[in-house]
């Protein structure tokens, strides 16, 4: 049964890669902060329009054997009890950056940054399974791999609107505090021009079951 949005409360969006055994969870938050309309769009809907918004961004920074599977929504704030995540994935597919992985603990780096000083106001999301196509050796990417980068964080730094007929929802990108249920608004980002390294998605690390 659809499960509809709540105004004022934030969303976890988990978007889905995977590179042979190894899975990325990259997790980014929404708080719902405008509507119009009646206010009769759902989870579901949410999750539709980001998978649809994200899949292209993903599969531009992905290795030829990567995938991008899908995106997992779930409310996190509010009146629990919370529900079960809702699954969309209109448009799963694999990376197009280039045919020969690198190794699989490499990733971009992006920071996030709230309008205030410290780390608790800073976020970072490491962009999983890039090609040696994006590669030109000292621990640096390509020029064409930060300005793709530089587009996904760009996307996660901005309102994100769901109209459908007469309905709108807008959600402001943010930093999620799970100690104390709040959030601050995301107003800047910077693609980092060096290869970061998540070791959790390595080759002999422990294998994961893909959620989608």
């Known amino acids: 049964m659809p499960t509809n949005l709540v105004l004022g409360n934030v969303y976890k969006s988990s978007f889905i890669c995977r590179d042979e055994a190894q899975i990325a969870w990259l997790d980014r938050y929404w708080k719902y902060d405008f509507q119009t309309g009646p206010g009769n769009l759902t989870v ?3 999750g539709n329009a980001l998978d ?5 961004l993903y599969k531009s920074l992905l290795n030829n054997t990567a995938e991008y599977r899908g995106v997992l929504v779930q409310r996190v704030t509010g009146i629990p009890p919370y529900e079960v995540p ?13 045919p020969i992985a690198m190794a699989k603990q490499t990733a971009g ?4 940054y709230a309008a205030f000083s410290g780390r608790r106001y800073q976020g970072r ?9 994006d590669d030109v050796g000292a621990g ?3 020029i ?6 530089a587009v996904l964080a760009d ?10 007929g007469v309905d709108t929802a807008e959600f402001l990108p943010v930093l999620f505090h799970r100690d104390t249920l709040t959030s601050d608004v995301i107003t800047t980002f910077r693609a980092r021009a060096a290869w970061a390294s998540q070791r959790r998605r390595g080759d002999y690390g422990r294998t994961n079951i893909s959620p989608i």
Not at 125 to 133: N, R
Not at 155 to 164: A, L
């Open 140 to 142: 640096r990417p390509s």
């Open 109 to 112: 780096l992006i920071s996030l």
């Open 86 to 98: 809702v699954v969309a994935n209109f448009d799963p597919g694999p990376g197009i950056a280039g």
């Open 155 to 164: 996307r996660f730094s901005k309102k994100f609107s769901v109209v459908i």
């Open 44 to 46: 579901e809907q949410l």
């Open 125 to 133: 999301q490491y962009v999983p399974f890039p090609s040696t196509s």
């Open 144 to 149: 064409s791999y930060v300005l793709r980068l």
């Open 52 to 56: 649809m918004e994200f899949a292209d």
